[in-house]
């Protein structure tokens, strides 16, 4: 089995799991990397084309995350952050309006709406994304976890909402049980499989870096080709939070996430895929590596924040609120895109 010998074969058509193990391994010198790179960037174009898609994380009446304990990685398991991010975070429907007509006004084609499970099952998702359907053409990603109801998922599938968020973040029980111990995997991949038998498109996603293996990433982005209605897939690189149970693990690298977007996408060829969780200085190797879509946090934040929780691009500030205003970095995104070849949309050149 030889490497490039792989890649040749990925241009025309899936591979194993066997052979996708193996790239991920041996992806291990700069001209294999590179080489990686190169076939999935090949791939993109080829079934997807060169643009790519920047959708902001917009505000919602999300209460907060209900999962007890919580997440080990997760800020609601810090204290302070969990007190910083609280609160304050929950939009009124009027600011819910106000971002949305924003985000309109300046070119977005949609926007993600999301928040922690908070025992409503999609309560707040159906509210927020009524709003925004209300008072724009915008497509919704609305994306709470996996508490959500069979009942809301039909509301959602008939606001014509674009796709509804269920990440699993490992399928392996061990992991998953270690990092969530409030968590279910078993719920999770229940409501993904209610999302996809009532025929709304799905979003998911893994998380690297957890203590998982190359045999762990690749058993999932295969199990995630189950779902007749997938159309997204994002994989978040766990990234530690001051505080939490899992402050002093390692962050997981730049290459090994884009290895893993690259390996994604040889396997999910014509869907969207981008990476998660901040990191936009790495926004130019994800492209590298095969992403066309970027869901961009810290557009949205709060007038006291002196700079963005997520985000360390700065622009054209237009308030929202007397608590909330919109942060316009798009023309650095745009920038950043354009600089790695690509198309971005919306395109600050157009305006």
């Known amino acids: 089995m030889e490497y490039k010998d792989i890649l040749d074969e990925a241009k025309d058509r899936e591979v194993t799991k066997e052979k ?3 790239l991920l391994r041996e992806a291990n010198s ?20 060169r643009d790519f898609k920047l959708w902001p994380f917009a505000l919602s009446t999300n209460e907060g995350c ?3 304990p919580p997440c080990r990685y997760c800020g609601e398991a810090s204290p302070k952050v969990k007190m910083d991010i609280s609160k304050d975070r929950i939009a009124l429907p009027e600011e819910v309006a106000r971002a949305a007509r924003i985000a309109e006004n300046l070119g977005f084609e949609g926007v993600q709406l999301g928040g922690g499970c908070s025992g409503n099952k999609g309560e707040e998702a159906v509210r927020d994304t009524e709003i925004v359907k209300s008072e724009t053409n915008l497509q919704v990603f609305v994306n709470y976890g996996y508490d959500m109801s069979e009942e809301n998922i039909k509301k959602l599938k008939r606001l014509g909402v674009k796709r509804i968020g269920c990440s699993l ?8 049980r270690k990092i969530k111990p409030g968590d279910s995997l078993e719920e999770r991949k ?20 957890i203590g998982e293996s190359y045999e762990d990433r690749v058993d999932h982005i295969f199990y995630l080709k189950g779902f007749k209605n997938l159309n997204y897939v994002y994989v978040s690189g766990f990234f530690p939070i ?21 390996i994604t996408r040889v396997i999910h060829r014509n869907i969207d895929i981008g990476g998660s969780f901040g990191r936009d200085e790495q926004l130019q190797l994800w492209i590298l590596a095969g992403t066309n879509l970027r869901h961009v946090h810290g557009m949205f934040e709060l007038k006291k924040n002196k700079r963005s929780f997520t985000s360390r691009f700065k622009g054209e500030i237009t308030e929202i609120s007397d608590r909330f205003i919109f942060v316009n970095s798009l023309p650095t995104y745009a920038k950043m895109i354009e600089e790695a070849g690509l198309k971005p949309v919306p395109n600050t050149n157009k305006r």
């Open 20 to 22: 996708a193990v193996y």
């Open 30 to 49: 700069e001209d294999r990397l590179l080489e990686l790179f190169k076939t999935a960037g090949y791939i993109r174009d080829k079934n997807v084309g």
């Open 66 to 68: 209900s999962t007890n």
């Open 169 to 176: 973040e490992t399928i392996n029980e061990e992991v998953f």
């Open 190 to 209: 229940k409501v993904a499989n209610l999302i996809d038998k009532n025929g709304v498109g799905l979003g998911s996603g893994l998380m690297i870096g």
């Open 242 to 262: 001051p505080g939490t149970p899992m402050e002093n693990r390692e962050p997981a690298s730049s290459i090994d996430i884009a290895k893993t977007l690259a």
